[in-house]
């Protein structure tokens, strides 16, 4: 059983960062972040597949987040910049053990954190 422990929520004012940590308690060869909002449905944010580095983000956040990973450190990182009020959610970090084919989907992911919480305020 992979655990998955995030941090870095918190509240920021629109236009801020904030950079969220997954650190995994095993390798997974692919990680995804998703977030979602009180009375709306999970939403993918970004994608990795860890092995070759690939990357998939949600529109909405295209050229604002990035995904980065420390292999050392089993840790897997949502750098989110420019952030809008749209972007408040609780945010999970979710693990493969396999290769996905969607990135961006939820049910390719069968391990996931508890969440962590980001609030921007505009």
């Known amino acids: 059983q992979v655990q998955l422990v995030e941090s870095g929520g918190g509240s920021v004012q629109a236009g801020g960062s904030l950079r969220l940590s997954c650190v995994a308690s095993?390798?997974?060869?692919?990680m995804g972040w998703f977030r979602q909002a009180p009375g709306r449905e999970r939403e993918g944010v970004a994608g990795?597949?860890?092995?070759?580095?690939?990357?998939a983000f949600a529109d909405s956040v295209k050229g604002r987040f990035t995904i980065l990973q420390d292999n050392a450190k089993n840790t897997v990182y949502l750098q989110m910049n420019s952030l809008k009020y749209e972007d408040t959610a609780m945010y999970y970090c979710?693990?493969?053990?396999?290769?996905?084919?969607?990135?961006?989907?939820?049910?390719?992911?069968?391990?996931w954190g508890q969440g962590t919480q980001v609030t921007v305020s505009s």
């Open positions: 979710a693990a493969s053990g396999s290769w996905v084919r969607s990135p961006l989907g939820p049910h390719e992911y069968n391990y």
């Open positions: 095993e390798y997974t060869r692919s």
């Open positions: 990795l597949d860890r092995m070759y580095g690939y990357t």
